[in-house]
């Protein structure tokens, strides 16, 4: 069984606005750094923010700006709010949870930005 499971992709127009949840069962968020990766077509997966269990927050410079990273440790939920959509956004979105040798994925969701 996958402990995180991604949603809240889809469909989303330049300049407006998605939100995705990854959500953990089996294991407690609040104990793992949290990353969000993505990757577009013929692309290498590139890591987009990450969230320590005290809240820290870290961006790359591609998203600085347009991408919030945020996590619900009572709801064992992390989040990313992506706005001000770019077509170069067009990825599967992935989370992650890293602890020590531990390192969990999710399945991914699609985030396509277009007209």
């Known amino acids: 069984q996958v402990p995180l499971v991604e949603s809240g992709g889809g469909l989303g127009q330049p300049g407006g606005s998605l939100s995705l949840s990854c959500a953990a069962s089996?294991?407690?968020?609040?104990?793992?750094?949290m990353n969000w990766y993505r990757q577009a077509p013929g692309n290498q997966r590139e890591w987009v923010a990450g969230?320590?269990?005290?809240?820290?927050?870290s961006y790359a410079d591609s998203v600085k700006g347009r991408f919030t990273i945020s996590r619900d440790n009572a709801r064992n939920t992390m989040y990313l709010q992506i706005d001000n959509l770019d077509p170069e956004d067009t990825a599967v979105y992935y989370c992650?949870?890293?602890?020590?040798?531990?390192?969990?994925w999710g399945q991914g969701t699609q985030v396509t930005v277009s007209i």
């Open positions: 969230i320590t269990g005290g809240g820290m927050k």
């Open positions: 089996g294991i407690i968020l609040r104990d793992y750094y």
């Open positions: 992650q949870a890293a602890r020590g040798i531990h390192v969990y």
